[in-house]
């Protein structure tokens, strides 16, 4: 039933921005922490960034400055605003929902960067 939609991945060049969003769809109560991972081919999968459920944020230190993460706490969204982007950023992101009993993966979307 539940499901988290990612949106917003694409091509584009260095420099370029792109914003991804992820939706729940379903009912997941009690949702905590939001998060975006990515992995990169041949790489394991990594933290991108975090947002608790008050706001607080971390960023890994690859991404600081040029990502940005937000949440929209009444649509159970969350985004994260690629800026500056270079093609060491070029991965499958995946965003993850924590809920009150388990946690819960988007379906990826591809991000290619070009040099």
């Known amino acids: 039933q539940v499901r988290l939609v990612e949106s917003g991945g694409g091509l584009v060049q260095a420099g370029g921005s792109l914003r991804l969003s992820c939706a729940a769809s379903?009912?997941?109560?009690?949702?905590?922490?939001m998060g975006w991972y990515r992995q990169a081919l041949g790489n394991q999968r990594e933290l991108v960034a975090r947002?608790?459920?008050?706001?607080?944020?971390n960023y890994a230190d690859s991404v600081k400055g040029r990502f940005t993460i937000s949440r929209d706490n009444a649509k159970n969204t969350v985004f994260l605003q690629m800026n500056s982007l270079k093609p060491e950023d070029t991965a499958v992101y995946y965003c993850?929902?924590?809920?009150?009993?388990?946690?819960?993966w988007g379906q990826g979307t591809q991000v290619s960067v070009s040099s």
């Open positions: 379903g009912t997941i109560f009690s949702i905590d922490a």
């Open positions: 993850r929902v924590q809920g009150a009993r388990t946690y819960y």
């Open positions: 947002i608790g459920s008050g706001g607080s944020t």
